[in-house]
């Protein structure tokens, strides 16, 4: 993440997204998912979201990705990093990505009919 205050602070932000996005498209990253959101004004509906009916003073620029190898993980950090000390002038303060690259464990939810299931109950003493 890094940050944006001030008067037109959402328009920076959205440079910075498409900054990103070309920078991405540089380094070749190989992600199955990206997405930037802007807190508080469209990182939970994304494209949704209402344009806000005043301008926010301040925006986190949120920037996550999905991707099947740690090395292309770890591109996605390298550019928001860089964003921090050479992209749009008055970017704040970053949070480094060092150890937020991490493996994801996915659980999908699903119901079964009742009638293909047996139930078995086992007790293992060791």
Wanted: charged share 30%.
């Amino acid at each position: 993440m890094f940050f944006y205050a001030g008067p037109g602070a959402l328009n920076k932000a959205r440079l910075a997204k498409r900054v990103l996005e070309e920078r991405f498209k540089i380094v070749k990253l190989d992600a199955e998912e990206v997405r930037i959101d802007f807190l508080g004004v469209n990182a939970i509906h994304g494209p949704m979201s209402p344009t806000p009916a005043v301008e926010p003073y301040e925006v986190a620029v949120r920037v996550s990705a999905r991707a099947k190898t740690r090395a292309e993980a770890n591109k996605v950090g390298r550019e928001v990093d860089g964003m921090g000390v050479s992209g749009l002038g008055s970017t704040g303060k970053r949070i480094p990505f060092g150890d937020r690259v991490r493996e994801v464990i996915g659980v999908w939810s699903t119901l079964v009919d009742r009638t293909q299931v047996e139930p078995v109950v086992s007790i293992r003493e060791s």
